[in-house]
């Protein structure tokens, strides 16, 4: 392949054509329609949701753990993956990073809906306590989505300038923006230096950034005397599961993106396989950290945590919690050690069923043990005792993924999606050897 | 075998009669009566104590608002609540019963009267029998009393005087002493009559809290032959341990306000956000370097 072919191949997907104008405003509208219910929300308070004082925590919180979750991708594909010398994962770390961007960056959203005063969101700043892992959430959420910006951001500057070059059919505003953005980058040995001085410390920063960000989040939970809450694995336990759905929320990008983009000579079979056995080994990982969250509180069954653990394994929620478990980690588990099933279309289906399965996890783990408080619930309306979403609640949630799916696409359509620098580089050291 | 089932049995006639049955007050208590007559002034006082002590578990008189428990407290205004006699009503409510509590050393006689006062409201055919003594004279316009604390033996001793003219020991007095605690009063030793020579000592417990310095207030009643308690001394003594209560606000905490959090904390939380702040704000120089190393003319 020559380098001009390469260049034409991955730009070509940059282009606001009329199906992408297309794609956006029925986002948009959907969003809009979603924002009607945010409304009604904003003005009538929180009583429209099916929150209630004792189960105050419900999709708004498990929706935003699960963003938390799926924004911990960047971090394992372009840190951990790229700092031990994978070199096939080139194509799919910016896919990875704007999943990242996307999906942090929401989640900050996702935490204002669940408030019944949005406006007193200062407060936290204004008033926040050193002691309280609410501040630190915010703190670390913030940071992380700065860093995954700057790490979409750096390495795509040598592909601003190319872009600049070789594409002279853009808008002027695009390639204006392609101007100031690519830092007057020519490409000599000082910049480049400098550029991958950048990344490296990047690289390294953001590993215990990422780790942070859903740690704490677990914090929020973990330092509550919760059953199902209260258990000192529970930072760990997090973070392996969100690898489950980094993974998985990337299968399925990159699936779209090579059929949309037509990208099948630069995404093809040997990234889909080498992405099924990372699904795999970071499934095999949370399978082990829920053998240790379940089977040891199972096998003693404390009084007081026996009504939570109950209502799981056979009560009002083991239908979910089965599905969760078994078609959600154990059978893609088993699925994917095949060969067969790591091709592209099969391995997107198991990856779509891997992604529902963790939704649900996040739900099951945010709301079942808010219905089994240690003090007894007593003298409470009847609707008290449980949860159940409302359309409402359900409308503002599917609001945020809008919102995630509205970034993924501006970014991937206004800027390559396939490092085009990067894929040069490596392609022309290739054929030194 | 026959022995073990014996002893059930023993145990469950027991069980079954604590709880079911009658309160029984003795007969000289039965008839005791009020010492003043019930008027608006001590109904008024009555409700006020009522409101604060009772009203927790017996609820309102008359709307049935009283707490869910075993045995149930009784409604004020019901006929079996008002089927008592004063004097059983004093009694129930000074002694107190498995889970009503004594108000003996919480509720001065006074108060207890008041309270049966204003519970009476709510029986229209409740006709107050009372003998009007005489003479309604304090006791202690009649005598005088002299305290003195030893402190090695930890022993209060009391003499009481007849306030006549050749200052006559009272012998026969009888007397208790409370020590003031954060809710109503504690009886220290027993109750005790005074010798031949008036007479009588206390001794108290060697592991009384007091204040800072160890100070406790402690209060000498005189009981009457009606049953009503009079104070007739109340001084402070230092009979008790020091105890120094320390704010758990006062020192920094995890569950203290923001200025008062933990110092490692701040320093961690403060010190994470600058190093990593500082790092990003190096990468964006770098990032405004690799602008200065390039030309615009691309």
């Known amino acids: ?132 892992p609410i501040l630190w959430d915010v703190t670390v959420v913030t940071t992380y989505v700065i860093i995954s910006l700057l790490l979409f951001y750096t390495p795509l500057i040598p592909d601003l300038t190319i872009a600049y070059k070789n594409r002279t059919d853009l808008p002027k505003w695009q390639k204006g923006l392609y101007k100031i953005l690519s830092l007057n980058w020519v490409g000599n040995l000082e910049q480049v230096q400098l550029q991958k001085k950048a990344i490296g410390i990047l690289l390294v920063l953001v590993i215990p950034v990422a780790m942070a960000i859903h740690t704490v989040t677990s914090w929020l939970f973990a330092v509550t005397p919760r059953s199902g809450w209260s258990s000192t ?30 990208l099948k000579e630069y995404i093809y079979d040997i990234h889909f396989d080498k992405m099924g056995k990372l699904l795999v080994l970071v499934c095999l990982i949370y399978l082990y950290f829920n053998i240790n969250e379940f089977l040891i509180p199972g096998y003693r069954m404390p009084k007081h945590e026996a009504a939570h ?23 893609p588990i088993i699925l994917l050690i095949f060969k067969p099933f790591r091709k592209p279309f099969p391995i997107t289906l198991i990856a779509i069923i ?14 079942s043990p808010q219905e089994h408080p240690f003090l007894p619930i007593q003298n409470v309306p009847e609707n008290f005792t449980y949860y159940v979403p409302t359309i409402t609640e359900i409308a503002i949630t599917i609001a945020s993924f809008v919102l995630v799916l509205m970034i993924i696409s501006v970014l991937s359509k206004v800027f390559p999606i396939i490092p085009i620098h990067e894929t040069l580089t490596e392609r022309n050291k290739q054929n030194e050897k | 075998m026959k022995n073990k089932i014996f002893l059930l049995i023993l145990i469950s006639c027991f ?7 009658e309160w029984t007050v003795p007969d000289d208590k039965k008839k005791l009566t009020a010492p003043f007559k019930f008027d608006s002034e001590h109904q008024k006082k009555g409700e006020e104590i009522f409101n604060k002590t009772c009203v927790s578990c017996h609820g309102h008189p008359g709307q049935g608002d009283f707490a869910k428990l075993t045995p149930v407290p009784k409604d004020p205004a019901s006929n079996e609540y008002q089927a008592n006699t004063d004097g059983e009503l004093f009694f ?34 409740y006709v107050q029998v009372f003998t009007e003594t005489a003479t309604e004279t304090s006791i202690t ?8 604390f030893a402190e090695e033996d930890k022993k209060l001793k009391v003499r009481i005087i007849n306030k006549d003219a050749e200052k006559t020991a009272s012998e026969g007095v009888t007397l208790s002493i409370y020590a003031k605690r954060y809710f109503g009063w504690l009886q220290l030793d027993k109750t005790k009559k005074t010798d031949q020579n008036g007479f009588v000592s206390f001794s108290l417990p060697n592991d009384l809290p007091g204040d800072s310095i160890g100070n406790l207030q402690i209060t000498l009643k ?71 190393k390039g030309s615009s003319e691309i």
């Open chain 2, 15 to 21: 069980a079954y009669s604590v709880f079911s049955q």
């Open chain 2, 141 to 148: 316009s009649k005598i005088s009393s002299k305290i003195t």
């Open chain 2, 92 to 125: 129930k409510i000074s002694e107190g019963r498995i889970i009503m509590p004594s108000f003996k050393n919480t509720l001065k006689a006074v108060d207890i009267w008041d309270l049966i006062a204003y519970v009476r409201t709510y029986n229209k055919d």
């Open chain 1, 233 to 262: 694995i529970l930072g760990p336990y997090f973070v392996t599961g969100a690898f489950v759905t980094g993974v998985a929320s990337v299968i399925i990008a990159m699936y779209i993106f090579q059929k949309i983009y037509s």
């Open chain 2, 222 to 292: 005189i009981t009457d032959d009606s049953g009503f308690e009079e104070t007739i001394a109340d001084t402070i003594f230092k009979a008790g341990v020091p105890i120094i209560y320390n704010n758990l606000l006062d020192n920094r905490a995890m569950w203290n306000i923001r200025s008062k959090a933990p110092l490692w904390l701040i320093l961690t939380y403060s010190g994470t956000v600058l190093t990593v702040m500082s790092v990003i704000l190096y990468i964006i120089w770098i990032l405004a370097q690799i602008r200065k």
């Open chain 1, 354 to 367: 891997v992604f529902i399965g963790a939704w649900f996890k996040r739900y099951l783990i945010v709301i």
């Open chain 1, 1 to 132: 392949m020559t380098e001009n072919k390469i260049i034409q191949d991955l730009l070509q997907s940059v282009k606001l054509s009329k199906g992408f104008y297309a794609w956006m405003t029925f986002l948009t509208i959907s969003l809009f329609v979603c924002l009607y219910a945010y409304y009604l929300q904003l003005t009538t308070g929180l009583g429209v949701t099916g929150l209630r004082d004792y189960i105050s925590w419900g999709l708004y919180i498990a929706n935003f753990v699960f963003f938390v979750a799926s924004s911990l991708v960047g971090m394992l594909i372009s840190s951990i993956l790229g700092l031990s010398g994978q070199k096939w994962i080139t194509p799919i770390v910016r896919i990875a990073e704007i999943i990242a961007v996307a999906f942090a960056a929401v989640a900050g959203l996702v935490i204002v809906s669940d408030m019944g005063r949005p406006e007193k969101l200062a407060n936290v700043f204004l008033y926040g306590r050193f002691q309280s």
């Open chain 1, 309 to 331: 653990l109950h209502s799981l394994f056979s009560g009002s929620h083991s239908i979910m919690f089965w599905f969760v478990q078994i078609v959600g980690l154990i059978l």
